[in-house]
């Protein structure tokens, strides 16, 4: 006979931890793009072999970013994507709480790779 208790192993609110990381690990990313993508400006007035550095660790800085970000994302989706069970309530909250706390992580990856003049 098959057990029919599939309902007690949903879990309740199983959607708390995800929207909460949606809702900052969204605007947060946001932010690390547009401060990472306007900081390029930061040596517009300088010249010779320090904006040479400065665009060559820019150039290496800038594409960690944006996968450090995506990382950030997909670590957002998957806790979105866990199946909504009471034994993955753990997994949940752990991907939850890891993707907002990857965007700072990253974006201080990027500022210290970059060679600020």
């Known amino acids: 006979m098959p057990d029919l208790t599939l309902d007690d192993d949903r879990a309740t609110g199983a959607w708390v ?5 949606t809702l900052l690990t969204l605007p947060a990313c946001l932010a690390a793009y ?24 820019f150039g290496l800085a800038f594409p960690v970013l944006l ?6 994302l997909f670590l957002l989706a ?4 866990l199946p909504w069970e009471r034994r993955n309530a753990a997994r949940r909250v752990g991907l939850a709480l890891a993707a907002p706390a990857m ?3 990253v974006y201080g990856v990027f500022a210290a790779l970059v060679d600020w003049p």
């Open 34 to 57: 547009v401060f990472g993508g306007l900081s390029v400006m930061a040596c517009d007035s300088c010249a010779g072999p320090e904006a040479d550095r400065f665009e060559s660790s």
């Open 17 to 21: 931890a995800p929207l909460l990381s």
């Open 103 to 105: 965007v700072p992580c």
């Open 78 to 81: 998957a806790g979105w994507a």
């Open 67 to 72: 996968g450090g970000l995506g990382i950030a």
